[in-house]
């Protein structure tokens, strides 16, 4: 296959393991530091107490109310330790089944605060971060990344912290029984770290590789659906299909190699644990032998030794969890360390209900440093005027709207609103006395009712109708099965392009905008349609400063201003009877050969 999925994003992040990333991971538990408290607490002491302390009860019963060694033994006190082993195995095992629910719903507490707080910040961020990314790879990063955190929250952290409390307590504990055996059976122990150490960068980055390919089968998923109908119309399915058979094989085998490296560390413990029970059966058969120890505490060392390797086997798991869990926290993190582009200062103020007088005082700007898009723009447009914006593509039509918005920000120069920058007011304030009017209508799933009221939640029944009407979008609406209240599927994929740009104009007039920006909003549409929406042109625009991006004459050619653009510079600028009066001029040279295209 020729097609390559390359991102900004789809790089390995080659950091030593941060031990910082993962305290800033583990901030989310702060607020349900109280119940993992509790948590802990219940377990120490009602579950790995009782547990340690039946070894000792075992080797008891078997050195005084058995006593081999004397053919003795005691039957009241045999009852009575085994009474008392299985109340502990009781207060284990409800401390075992609190932990479980406890964990489980901290653990989701934590990853949908996460999520939130991942998704809010995304929201934040400007235009030019969502330029370079791909919604699936901006979407695998809410998901999958967020999901791939789930175990480590919901069974590894409290699990983690009551394991090594009780490796610290069997340690003491063999120490205090037998110190040369427990010490014996300890040499066991570096060993396992040195191996594990060794795999630990090797496993983290072969996850880490494998969030990646995750992330591009998600990104050519979302590009498939969205482009389905530019791939049956070229009959491309198979290459498709091949396309992604190639992804979904390279991930596979990330995923196999990562899963192979993983499954070290299970038999490493394994191997040692196995090490360090011959050494304890040689060492401890020896001691019986020719230093008195006793069987009971033989029995109780063995019981010990397996309960230490179990922590230490959960803890090697939990530690293969931490790096999957370190390569999704970085990818994670990595978003929420972007800063937008477009930016409030801090001392920015509320911008106050504007007139509309804009101004663009000798503004520069480019998508990139070394290709302006705009050069030296100056503009004075009064409250109330209608200006249209012409040109070829990419002469900087939609990026004077995207500035006057300030989806970006400009290199040099100012735009003003009512003589104030609108770099230094809220972004809020800003936006929200402009509505704007693209030509790739996005409806919401919901109701047509809904994707009006988008604009002002707060609005009534009667208002949205009424907005309706202005635009002429009511009929249409009234027709539909439900009216106001038919579902739209994602996308408003059952309404034909006219019918979603009128209920974006509906959205637009909703709002109230005093300023009011049309960005193609005409260029999809019927000629029937756009005869409706030039009805409705004199109720949007009345009263309000508005900025047209078109080409049809038919929507300019009324405007006070018309703004000809080439290659980010005004070449003419004036009204359409003033500039259709140049001889050789530009903008009567677009007009001729629009009506050259018609007339064919």
């Not at 006190?77 to 479980?100: E, F, S, V």
């Not at 307590?169 to 191996?195: D, E, N, Y």
């Not at 089968?217 to 389905?228: A, C, K, P, R, T």
């Not at 803890?315 to 972007?338: H, K, N, P, V």
Request: proline share 3%; charged share 20%; glycine share 6%.
């Amino acid at each position: 296959m020729s097609r390559k999925f390359q991102y900004q994003d789809d790089e390995v992040i080659l950091k030593s393991f941060n031990w910082a990333s993962m305290t800033r991971l583990f901030t989310y538990i702060k607020p349900y530091r109280a119940a993992a408290t509790r948590v802990a607490i219940v377990m120490t002491v009602f579950g790995m107490m009782t547990k340690l302390a039946i070894p000792f009860l075992m080797s008891v019963a078997i050195d005084r109310a058995i006593d081999p060694k004397n053919g003795q033994g005691s039957v009241p006190l045999l009852l009575g330790i085994a009474a008392a082993m299985l109340a502990m195995y009781g207060l284990r095992w409800w401390a075992q089944r609190y932990t479980i629910e406890q964990t489980n719903v901290i653990g989701q507490n934590v990853i949908t605060d996460l999520r939130t707080a991942l998704f809010k910040h995304i929201q934040g961020l400007s235009f030019r971060f969502f330029d370079k990314r791909p919604a699936g790879s901006v979407l695998v990063r809410v998901t999958n990344d967020v999901n791939a955190l789930q175990d480590l929250f919901t069974n590894g952290v409290i699990n983690s912290v009551i394991d090594i409390a009780q490796l610290i307590g069997i340690v003491v504990i063999l120490l205090l029984m037998q110190f040369k055996l427990g010490l014996a059976v300890m040499v066991t122990v570096p060993l396992m770290f040195i191996v594990s150490s060794a795999l630990r960068k090797r496993i983290r980055f072969a996850w880490q590789t494998v969030r990646i390919k995750q992330s591009r089968i998600n990104s050519h998923l979302n590009e498939s659906i969205q482009g389905i109908r530019v791939t049956q119309a070229f009959a491309q399915e198979k290459e498709n299909i091949g396309f992604f058979e190639d992804m979904n094989s390279s991930n596979i085998r990330s995923w196999n190699f990562a899963s192979a490296l993983n499954q070290v560390f299970g038999p490493v413990i394994e191997v040692t644990s196995a090490v360090g029970t011959l050494i304890l059966l040689l060492y401890g058969t020896h001691l019986i032998r020719f230093e008195g120890m006793t069987v009971g505490l033989l029995v109780a060392f063995i019981t010990y030794v397996s309960y230490f390797w179990e922590p230490i086997n959960r803890l090697g798991q939990m530690y293969s969890q931490l790096l999957i869990s370190m390569s999704s926290a970085e990818r994670i993190f990595e978003y929420m360390d972007e800063k937008p582009i477009v930016a409030e200062k801090p001392d920015a103020v509320g911008l106050p209900n504007i007139q509309g007088h804009v101004r663009f005082d000798n503004v520069v700007f480019g998508y990139e440093p070394d290709r302006p898009a705009l050069k030296g723009i100056d503009l004075d447009i009064k409250p109330g005027m209608t200006v249209a914006l012409v040109g070829h593509t990419g002469s900087g039509k939609s990026t004077i709207v995207n500035l006057l918005c300030r989806f970006y920000d400009t290199v040099e120069g100012r735009v003003l609103l009512d003589g104030v920058d609108v770099r230094d007011v809220t972004l809020d304030s800003l936006r929200s006395q402009i509505g704007i009017v693209m030509q790739d209508t996005f409806i919401f799933s919901g109701t047509i009712r809904d994707n009006i009221r988008y604009a002002r939640p707060d609005a009534s029944d009667a208002e949205v109708e009424a907005a309706a009407r202005a635009v002429r979008a009511h009929d249409f609406i009234s027709q539909l099965p439900d009216g106001y209240d038919t579902e739209v599927q994602e996308r408003g994929s059952a309404l034909s392009m006219g019918q979603r740009q009128l209920l974006s104009f509906a959205r637009a007039l909703l709002a109230d905008p005093r300023i009011l920006v049309l960005d193609e909003a005409t260029a999809s549409i019927d000629t029937e349609t756009e005869l409706r929406i030039q009805e409705a042109l004199g109720t949007l625009l009345e009263n309000r400063t508005s900025f047209i991006v078109a080409h049809r004459l038919s929507t300019i050619r009324h405007a006070d201003l018309i703004v000809v653009l080439d290659h980010g510079v005004i070449v003419e600028q004036g009204n359409h009877e003033q500039l259709m009066r140049l001889d050789g001029g530009y903008y009567r040279g677009l007009i001729d050969a629009q009506y050259r295209f018609l007339s064919a």
